[in-house]
């Protein structure tokens, strides 16, 4: 059974207010992110499959944008309807973009270094670590909801309280 990371959201929250915080604001920068992919002339390219046309790689984004706001809707009905296989979507996704956020983050922070771009590479990985770090807490924040739901899943099936040691 999974170990709850954080017993509090901010210190001063449930983990369940911060798992539906925390899906509220994937959403908002899915659909900010979405506006922003199709009002702005901005190149974008994948890091391994550079080939691929700029608007294949829209098409892509928006389509795993919107697979975002999907999942992040199920995690919050499952924070409130505290149905914890609701949430596992939102955890398995979470943890990936984390992951994947901090390798994109510190890949274009080098090629900013490397094509002479000091500044703009220094402020690429300050901001870009920045926001891996609260990526990184929301993911356990939302986490600790999903393991507190489980084990008072797995308490209510057996009716048997949770062993402490």
């Given at each position: 059974?999974?170990?709850?990371l954080?017993?509090?959201?901010?210190?001063?929250?449930?983990?369940?207010?911060?798992?539906?915080?925390?899906?509220?604001?994937?959403?908002?920068?899915?659909?900010?992110?979405i506006?922003?992919?199709?009002?702005?002339?901005?190149?974008?390219?994948?890091?391994?499959?550079?080939?691929?046309?700029?608007?294949?790689?829209?098409?892509i984004l928006?389509?795993?944008?919107?697979?975002?706001?999907?999942?992040?809707?199920?995690?919050?009905?499952?924070?409130?309807?505290?149905?914890?296989?609701?949430?596992?979507?939102?955890?398995?996704?979470?943890?990936?973009?984390?992951?994947?956020?901090?390798?994109?983050?510190?890949?274009?922070?080098?090629?900013?270094?490397?094509?002479?771009?000091?500044?703009?590479?220094?402020?690429?990985?300050?901001?870009?670590?920045?926001?891996?770090?609260?990526?990184?807490?929301?993911?356990?924040?939302?986490?600790?909801?999903?393991?507190?739901?489980?084990?008072?899943?797995?308490?209510?099936r057996?009716?048997?309280?949770?062993?402490?040691?």
């Amino acid at each position: 059974m999974p170990k709850p990371l954080l017993n509090s959201c901010c210190l001063c929250q449930s983990t369940r207010n911060g798992s539906v915080i925390s899906g509220i604001l994937a959403i908002v920068l899915s659909i900010i992110t979405i506006v922003v992919i199709f009002t702005t002339r901005v190149h974008f390219k994948t890091i391994i499959f550079d080939f691929i046309p700029n608007d294949i790689v829209k098409i892509i984004l928006v389509i795993n944008l919107c697979m975002t706001i999907l999942i992040s809707l199920l995690m919050i009905i499952g924070a409130l309807k505290r149905n914890h296989y609701l949430m596992v979507p939102w955890v398995v996704l979470g943890i990936m973009i984390a992951i994947g956020l901090l390798i994109s983050v510190i890949y274009t922070g080098i090629v900013f270094f490397i094509d002479g771009y000091v500044l703009t590479g220094v402020l690429w990985l300050i901001f870009g670590l920045i926001v891996c770090a609260i990526m990184t807490y929301c993911w356990c924040v939302v986490y600790s909801e999903y393991a507190n739901l489980s084990e008072e899943n797995e308490r209510g099936r057996y009716n048997k309280q949770p062993y402490r040691r």
